[in-house]
């Protein structure tokens, strides 16, 4: 058996509890059949998401009792400063309070009504600031993105002569900027390879329009590159890092995923585009020199951009996410493949064929796997999806429920005990039944929506 191995000791610890179902049935109730209105006391294994939750280490948390307190010009803010050049290569920085913020300063200083952003993939956040402002994504994978059982090493690439026939078609004025979602999340955490970063690259030269790079789960995206894409079998994740940034005019990052704490932040070389975005940051976000984030959290976050250069801390995550997939698998339970980062993806769309995917089959599936386990996923399909100007449910490409991994937080043992739930809910899967909203949010519905089941 490949047994991942992990290069750390656990050293602070949290108790867990695993009530009975019956209570478990009653938080659902209580919780609308949603997995984010769930509390922590009901659940088991909170694999609902990364997003500051992966583990901190000894570093971060050691360097979050030397903060500098100060409205503006604090010492924190500047080590943290030199983190993001060192490791992104970009010498101008505004911290935000988390990614959303960066999208909406980015969205803010760049769209216009009508314009059309393309991307190989939308992210949630990303998608509502765009149309927020007026503007419309366009998705531009190659088909392997789109198959869920493939052995396609990059399935985040962005198809590039669609890329092309997009900027002639919609004319490069109305296209503020393009962007790239490194291991593009809502279609299973996967990467995208520098081959085609490059190639984007070159488009964008072309049309003289800004390459934007969200390298929220950046770290991952170059460990699977390490992995897969010849060129760079023999460089250093930071060289693989830099490579990537060098590529794109803005950056863009959560924190909260890259580099485990929490905050955010936008990074350039381009003093025009600095200048463009500046004045935003005190407006939406605080001074310059803490952009909404505390300065103990600024004090982690540049130690944790420094250890996203460690490979033993970097693949931990990836390691037990290919090792929870290949389980999962060799029990036959559908998966999206090859494995991903930042979680498992579950292939709700076999698994509930018998669910119309306008009665939420991965919400169905998400809400029952809480219920015989304990074990909180996320839904990640049409429910997450936001209805089109019409109002028309838009039914998503992908019904997936995405048990996230969060960094060196879980064990094997209850690793194991995900396969052995996940496995018996397969084969018990005519009793999953669909979900229809009793409330729904206009915006960003998946977060406080209600449900029933059908
Ligand atoms: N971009 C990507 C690729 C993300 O995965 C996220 C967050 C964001 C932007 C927004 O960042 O949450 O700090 O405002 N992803 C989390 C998740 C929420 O669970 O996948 P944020």
Known sequence: ??????????????????????????ALEE?????????????????????GTNAMSDNQIAAMMQADDAYAGSQSFFKLQKAVEDVLGKKYFLPVHQGRAAENILCH??????????????????????????????????DEGFNVDSDYPFKGNMHIEKLEETIKTHGAENIPFIRVEASTNLIGGQPFSIQNLREVR???????IRLVLDASLL????????????????????EIIKTMTDLADIVYFSARKLSSSRGGGICTNDHE???ELEPLIPLFEGFLTYGGISVREIEAMAVGLYETLDETMIRQSPDFIAYLVKSLDDHGVPMVKPAGVLGAHVNAMEICKHIPQNEYPAGALAAALFLVSGIRGMERGTLSNQRDEDGNETLANMELVRLAVPRRVFTLSQIKYVVDRMTWLYENRELIGGLRFVYEPPVLRFFMGGLEPV
């Not at 992990?6 to 009975?20: A, D, G, I, W």
């Not at 919780?31 to 997003?51: I, Q």
């Not at 070159?202 to 003289?208: E, F, S």
């Open 1 to 26: 058996e490949n047994i991942p191995l992990e290069l750390h000791k656990v050293r602070v610890v949290q108790k867990l509890h695993l009530v009975p179902i019956e209570r478990r049935l009653k």
């Open 31 to 51: 919780g609308g059949f949603n997995t984010f209105r769930l509390t922590t006391k009901d659940v088991f294994l909170d694999m609902l998401t990364d997003s």
């Open 109 to 142: 200083a760049y769209i216009r009504k009508g314009n059309l952003i393309p991307m190989n993939y939308h992210f949630t956040t990303t998608m509502a600031h765009i149309t927020q402002y007026g503007g419309r994504v366009t998705e531009l994978l190659y």
């Open 202 to 208: 070159a488009i964008a030269d072309k049309y003289n």
């Open 219 to 238: 770290g991952e995206n170059a460990y699977l590159i390490h992995l897969r894409e010849e060129e760079f079998k023999n460089c250093s994740l930071g």
């Open 273 to 275: 585009i600095y200048r």
